[in-house]
């Protein structure tokens, strides 16, 4: 596992994520309590009865920014579909929570535990490195495994062929950012920062460049960076120095890395425009950034247009948990409960191989988030993207669309 980081870094993060709960911000009131959604039964047939789905999280350490409000969105609409009589009025949903602390070795246990106390479907980790080791255990039973928020496209591939993801691509929002960075920004020349700590740091940035290079654009340099250094001081001499400067540079960090990053990038006089992904979409962005992030644009999985899926969903979330949705991730995990319960509907069974093939023919799910289709995917969902701008201190939507299917680049080795 890549994903590494000190006690006292996850202590700080875990901390922040509970002051940051308003969409962009501060001060907001600490992470809601989880509605109830677990019903306990028999496992469930296909005469109905009872979907246990096992979800192992990262609740504390540094994904939780990322897996709680997912899970909050998860457990939101289990709530909904057990309150109206259950999956096509058979199945309940019984939510197992377990929380595998951003840590691999937790992790694993975790996974095995699941499959163990006999879980229909497991949900995973929002990052590649710490999805694997909570994946083992039930891809290896061939258990129907879906990660809450993971972006990379190479995961189902890495863990077997029951492991699904919610959320589109990383490869999709790496041709999405390019898309906007060349066509509708104008820009030609982009500078890539990727890190080596964590798969989507590293494969992002590379799709980005194998898409703005398909459509003309040039990357002029690739450089390294380390998670939570707080010290981007190398990067942004390298940066200073070059000549002619990039017209952009693309960072797929986690908050607090990217508004850490762009801050210091502008005290040091350099006013480069920088784009992120959805690693950025958090009130903390805002809260580490302040004005010095003004401007940034990231790609995200949704945002709450008026009269939209994603304006319905956050309203259903304040009048359940008091305050706004932490971030996007919520409507993702609350997309998943309507996959699950769209793949149990045609299975018609909570058998693992029937759910299985239900699931990879899934068309036009309707989630918080909009259409998800599966079939024909892979199992990486075709999704909308959505870029965001922080403008005036708030943050707005640029647009939210499908890119051109033939440029977002194929699940590949760029990781390598």
């Not at 960090?253 to 425009?273: E, H, M, S, Y």
Request: aromatic share 6%; hydrophobic share 40%.
């Amino acid at each position: 596992m890549r994903l590494q980081r000190s006690a006292a870094t996850a202590v700080i993060l875990g901390l922040l994520v509970t002051a940051c709960t308003g969409q962009g911000t501060p001060n907001a009131s600490p992470t809601p309590a989880a509605p109830s959604a677990a019903v306990s039964g028999p496992p469930a047939s296909g005469e109905g009865g009872t979907v246990v789905v096992g979800a192992g999280l990262a609740l504390t350490g540094a994904m939780a920014p990322f897996d709680v409000p997912a899970l909050n969105g998860l457990k939101l609409g289990i709530k909904e579909i057990n309150a109206a009589g259950g999956i096509d009025g058979k199945w309940k949903i019984e939510l197992r929570v377990e929380d595998m602390k951003t840590d691999a070795a937790v992790g694993a246990q975790v996974g095995q535990s699941l499959v163990t106390g006999g879980a229909n479907i497991v949900v995973v980790p929002c990052d590649q490195d710490p999805a694997l080791s909570v994946a083992q255990a039930p891809a290896r039973a061939g258990i129907p495994t879906f990660s809450s928020c993971a972006g990379s496209a190479t995961l189902p591939n890495a863990a077997g062929d029951s492991v699904f993801i919610t959320a589109m691509g990383n490869n999709e929002q790496g041709a999405a950012l390019a898309d906007y960075a060349y066509n509708t920004a104008g820009y030609r020349n982009a500078y890539v920062m990727v890190t080596h700590d964590f798969s989507f740091g590293l494969t992002t940035p590379r799709y980005f460049a194998k898409a703005f290079e398909a459509l003309g654009g040039k990357v002029v340099a690739e450089d390294n960076f380390k998670i939570l250094s707080g010290d981007f001081s190398a990067q942004i001499a390298k940066i200073r120095n070059l000549n002619p400067a990039p017209d952009v540079i693309e960072m797929s960090g986690f908050v607090p890395d990217p508004p850490t990053f762009v801050k210091q990038l502008r005290a040091a006089g350099v006013n480069i425009p920088v784009l992120g992904t959805d690693g950025s979409d958090s009130p903390i962005l805002l809260q580490v950034g302040g004005s010095q992030v003004e401007g940034f644009v990231f790609s995200t999985h949704a945002f709450p247009v008026a009269g939209s899926s994603v304006a319905t969903f956050y309203e259903k979330y304040k009048a359940e948990y008091g305050t706004d949705p932490e971030s996007s991730f919520t409507a993702v995990g609350y997309d998943l409960s309507q996959v699950i319960a769209a793949g149990v509907t045609l299975a018609k069974s909570t058998d693992p191989k029937a759910l299985i093939d239900a699931f990879n023919n899934l068309e036009n799910v309707q989630g918080a988030t909009g259409p998800i289709t599966y079939k024909g995917r892979t199992r990486v969902p075709l999704k909308a993207v959505a870029l965001v701008k922080v403008e005036n201190g708030k943050l707005t939507l640029i647009k939210s669309y499908v890119p051109d299917p033939a440029l977002i680049p194929a699940p590949s080795s760029i990781d390598q």
